[in-house]
């Protein structure tokens, strides 16, 4: 696969119409806006599918993975509420461009996949285009507690149920945004952690995701 790093008027006007449908789908928090439109998802295509980059589409990238569609990436990313300085768990880093535009946002994000080969390609693309997380690879079912508790865990991919092990993990007041149903649709979730065993959830709407993988997922 030929992958180039170069971002030229037609890749920034393209982000700009991008951003422009997005806010035309509801998404109107502007600093998640500004963040897509600053993140050139290009990047995580073969150059031969770059035409696809700017489109609100979720697309293949290996592995039986896809990079998320921007509608999605932005509601789950309103959803967490990111404040500059928040200490976030992403499950699944897939092709980083999630990660990404949580930490255009300011977060402080710790990231697991548990893809060698999305791993190995993602270490090497996101510090190439100024990123810096923390990269993890594992099974992200079980989150990533050496480093808990976080203030925020978001989950991109679909599971069954809501795992204990990431409720465990966040802070008290923290916040877990993630998609709970079957295989071929889940309804988006959040859950507010009030007290120590003490959560508060409420059920969005539907999107499709991959499945969440791993010894308390699927």
């Known amino acids: 696969m030929a992958y180039k790093y170069i971002d030229n008027y037609r890749e ?3 982000r700009r ?6 806010k035309q789908k509801g998404i109107d928090d502007t ?4 963040a897509i439109g600053k993140v050139p998802r290009h990047f995580f295509f073969d150059e031969t599918f770059w035409n696809q980059a700017y489109k609100d589409i979720a697309f293949p990238i290996g592995e039986d993975q896809t990079i998320s569609q921007p509608y999605t990436v932005a509601y789950q990313t309103l959803l967490l509420h990111i404040r500059k300085g928040d200490k976030v768990l992403e499950i699944g880093t897939g092709s980083g461009y ?4 949580l930490l255009e946002l300011g977060a402080k994000v710790y990231t697991i996949e548990r893809q060698e080969k999305l791993f190995e390609r993602t270490i090497q693309v996101l510090p190439i285009m100024g990123y810096h997380p923390e990269f993890m690879l594992g099974d992200g079912s079980k989150g990533i507690p050496e480093y808990a508790p976080y203030d925020k865990i978001i989950v991109t991919a679909g599971a ?11 802070k008290i007041g923290g916040l877990l945004v993630i998609p709970v149903g079957n295989h071929d649709e889940q309804k988006m979730v959040t859950v507010l952690k009030v007290a ?7 059920v969005l709407d539907t999107f499709r995701f991959v499945p969440l993988v791993g010894e308390k997922a699927w």
């Not at 119409?17 to 997005?22: A, F, I, K, M, R």
């Not at 600093?31 to 500004?34: A, G, P």
């Open 196 to 202: 120590e065993h003490d959560y508060e959830q409420v």
């Open 31 to 34: 600093s998640v806006l500004k």
């Open 12 to 14: 920034r006007g393209a």
């Open 98 to 101: 999630q990660t990404c535009i």
């Open 17 to 22: 119409q991008l951003v422009d449908l997005l």
């Open 160 to 170: 069954p149920t809501v795992p204990d092990e990431l409720l465990k993990q966040l």
